[in-house]
């Protein structure tokens, strides 16, 4: 395995009763790049999410990340890993302050154990504040430390997916994969957004892989981009190339 | 249309302060005739005391609820077990029947030591419970009505286990257990408010006091810890604290542990009381714990607090001559509540989303 690759999925097939959502997918990501999967809805993007993260676990297939076989790991085995991710439905603890949200990412890269907290000792008041800084720095870079102490369901849903990559960001991840992120934010946001994903992968050395249905943000952001139709992986390569494939236009456009 | 819509809201309006202050009204009655009633502060004490480990109990419910969304039914025999853990940390002696008739540990513990190591045990019977009842169900997906039963099962075969073991007689923990305290404290009249001069047992003082600590405990351990932290987390959404590298069933097996640690020491401090009365000592409290956690808001720990609080108080103003009703007074009680917070006390109105 050469060491360029993060994430390889190898025949990756998962099926749902008669139905292949995932079906026999293979491909490839390297290190640094921005990935794009598309695809029809339904076509198996986040359910392939999902596998790869440990949420649903595969019916065939391999999944290497960093050279090391995550197939059959648990989901908190692969974030602890430097897999994370966000979610299309955004998934945040509502009741929870936005600082809260970030706090609990950040916690699995403390020292403190359980033992410690089943014995009621506080958390190193050092190391807290440490956790509460880092988790401030992150709510800065997107632009939500003024709300820090909000409830996070009283966010706006751009806000709420601002939120849920900073509480990404906080796991240190080595791969970030992005479920829609610009679903449900406005045109301002969307052109945002894409110079924002290319600084966080500068500044946090990742490798991304994102969903997305904003075809000039895929276009425009992703270096490669795997085509997703009923679980099939139809189509594989640079931007320009995927465009014209007429596989993808076909399922896109149908006949 | 103008006119209807301002006089609903003037109506709303009224309605909205009429209702406060009967609230309001009751309350300084409920005080004032809890003060002025025959032996009201006398009452009012000795629901303290058993209020206070209504609440430990029903935080054990509560905890496991606002986790997995299910009662734990075995909740009542933990609690049975507790009780006879610390019967046996204490040296004393099995009785004449079951099979362990006569056996005694070769030490006896001090009894706060054995009440703490009851408690652990109790404890170690809830990660128990949840490995045998509630995780194989939980890993199938199934319908969280099917643990509901598997759990009714499980408590149904703790407290054959427990009959098989030690047979159905009454335990009685050792006397003093505290050394030489004076059994009660005579708080006098207050200044001739009362008609009689108010005594509380020692005892009572201790199981409210150990009840309090523990609910101190517990709220730190929930607000405080990053462990706590990480419970609210999976209270929440179980399946996102996965993906943020939270290790789910081992805080499970954490919430079963300190649900049957407190259910386990309750059981103890009630026997304290009342004596040990058989394998299905901690049947009826099931049921009352219930009721607590449906009075104060399901899942909702300040809630439980003041469910049993409010419930062991109720209950002790039914006069000792009537005693057979005092179940009937908690749960009417519960029905009363009902009727006019169907959320419970502190719980939240859910809002249906559309």
């Known amino acids: 395995m050469s060491e360029a ?30 990935f794009g999967l598309i695809g029809p809805n339904g076509a198996g993007k986040t359910t392939l999410f999902n596998v790869i993260t440990g949420m649903t676990p595969p019916t065939h297939g391999e999944l290497f990340y960093e050279g090391i076989n995550i197939t059959n790991k648990r989901p908190h085995e692969i974030a602890m890993l430097g897999v994370a991710r966000t ?21 699995i890269h403390t020292k403190s154990g359980v033992l410690e907290g089943v014995l009621g000792l506080p958390p190193a008041p050092q190391e807290e504040r440490a956790v509460r800084q880092r988790a401030m720095e ?59 994903i290319r600084s966080i992968r500068e500044q946090f050395n990742l ?27 139809i189509a594989l390569g640079a931007p320009e190339a995927v465009q014209n494939d007429p596989a993808v236009i076909e399922a896109y456009l149908g006949e | ?41 006398q009452n009012f004490f000795n629901g303290l005391a058993i209020g206070g480990v209504y609440a430990i109990f029903a935080l054990g419910y509560t905890l496991i609820f606002s986790i997995l969304r ?72 199934s319908d969280p009505l099917l643990t509901l039963v598997s759990s009714l099962g499980m408590a149904v075969a703790i407290v054959n286990v427990i009959q098989l073991m030690v047979g159905a007689e009454i335990y009685s923990y050792p006397r003093n257990p505290f050394g030489e305290l004076p059994a009660a404290l005579n708080l006098g009249t207050f200044g001739g408010l009362t008609q009689r001069p108010i005594i509380i047992r020692t005892i009572q003082v201790i199981i409210f006091g150990v009840s309090m600590v523990l609910v101190v405990l517990l709220t730190y351990f929930i607000n405080g ?10 209270a929440e959404d179980a399946t996102t604290s996965s993906l943020l590298g939270i290790n789910t069933n081992f805080l499970i097996l954490i919430t079963f542990f300190i649900s049957g640690l407190i259910g386990g020491i309750a059981g103890t401090l009630v026997g304290l009381s009342v004596n040990v009365s058989g394998p299905y000592f901690g049947i009826n409290f099931g049921l009352k714990g219930l009721a607590v956690i449906v009075l104060g808001g399901l899942g909702d ?30 749960f009417a009680v519960l029905f009363l509540v009902l009727l006019l917070r169907p959320q419970g006390l502190l719980g939240r109105a859910v809002v249906q989303k559309v």
């Open chain 1, 207 to 233: 490798t991304i892989v994102l969903i997305e249905h904003y075809v000039p943000l895929v276009m425009g952001l992703c270096d490669r981009i795997a085509v997703l139709n009923f679980g099939q992986l």
């Open chain 2, 301 to 330: 720990i300040p809630g439980a607090v003041v469910g049993g609080l409010v419930i062991g108080v109720a209950e002790a103003f039914v006069p000792s001559e009537q005693v057979a009703y005092k179940e009937a007074v908690a």
């Open chain 2, 1 to 41: 249309m103008k006119l209807i819509d301002q006089s609903s809201q003037q109506y709303r309006r009224l309605w909205w302060f009429a209702s406060r202050g009967f609230a309001a009204v009751a309350f300084v009655l409920l005080i004032t005739a809890i003060i002025t009633a025959p032996s009201g502060l």
């Open chain 1, 5 to 34: 690759i993060v994430l390889e999925v190898r025949h990756i097939t998962r099926r749902f009763g008669g139905l292949y959502a995932v079906d026999n997918v293979s491909f490839a990501v390297q290190r640094g790049e921005i």
């Open chain 2, 225 to 234: 810890t990053k462990t706590g932290k990480a419970l609210r987390a999976v």
């Open chain 2, 70 to 141: 299910i009662i734990n039914f075995a909740h009542g025999a933990i609690f049975t077990l507790g009780a006879y853990f610390t019967y046996f940390l204490t040296g004393s002696a099995v009785g004449f029947n079951g099979l362990l008739a006569n056996q005694r540990l070769p030490f006896g513990l001090p009894f706060p030591i054995a009440m703490i190591g009851g408690g652990i045990l109790a404890g170690l019977c809830g990660i128990l419970i949840e490995r045998v009842a509630f995780r194989p169900l939980r890993n199938k997906g």
């Open chain 1, 138 to 196: 992150l709510l800065e870079l997107v632009g939500l430390a003024e709300a820090a102490e909000m409830q996070a369901r009283n966010f706006s849903y751009g806000d709420q997916r601002r939120l849920e990559i900073a509480r990404a960001l906080a796991l240190e991840p080595k791969l970030l994969l992005l479920d829609e992120p610009a679903a449900g934010m406005n045109q301002n946001e969307k052109s945002a957004l894409s110079a924002f």
């Open chain 1, 87 to 107: 979610f299309q439905n955004i998934r945040l603890f509502g009741t929870l302050t936005a600082l809260e949200n970030v706090m609990i990412a950040r916690h």
